[in-house]
């Protein structure tokens, strides 16, 4: 019978870290675009929060982890980590947002939860583009169609209103928006 050595058991260690599956993420939205701006010279995630582990954080300063718009937040969900093999959550505490720039492109699969504010998050695009998930994320010149993308991302209890363009783009298969006016 053969016995289990501590090299046995590190191995098996090691094999179950790298099967482990990627885990969603929840960020939340915590100041507006032009507030973000005025304190911090920026709507975009910190080079802090591009580190692991993930977190979105527009305020350069050490430890401050709670300063997050909703582009830092695309930003962050779309560079996680989980490779889009699970939906990451995007809500809200703040009832309002007017965008100051235009939002990232949405690359990987996400959840867009304005519940938090009900009866509707209101996103006022400022004239600016809002949501883009037409794109499959891939870099130019292609990659696997079998990879996740933003394909079957959510948009939940919206109001988007005052974008260039389309409020919502969606392209490829599987979105949902509902309880949502754009």
Known sequence: MPTSTPFHR???????IAVSPAHAA????TIDDADAQASYGTVNNSSE???SPFFCDVDPAPGNQNQCTLKAAIQVANFNGNGG???DTI???????TLTSSLNQITERVIIDG???PPRMEIDGGGRSCFDARGNGYPPGGGSPLLPQANNSRFVSLVVHNCQGD????GGHGYAVFDSYI
């Open 26 to 29: 929840t960020f939340t939205v």
């Open 91 to 97: 809500n809200f505490l703040i009832p309002k947002i």
């Open 10 to 16: 590190l191995c098996g260690l090691l094999l179950l």
């Open 167 to 170: 409020a919502i783009s969606l």
């Open 85 to 87: 093999s699970q939906l």
């Open 49 to 51: 929060g591009n580190s």
């Open 115 to 117: 519940t938090s504010q």
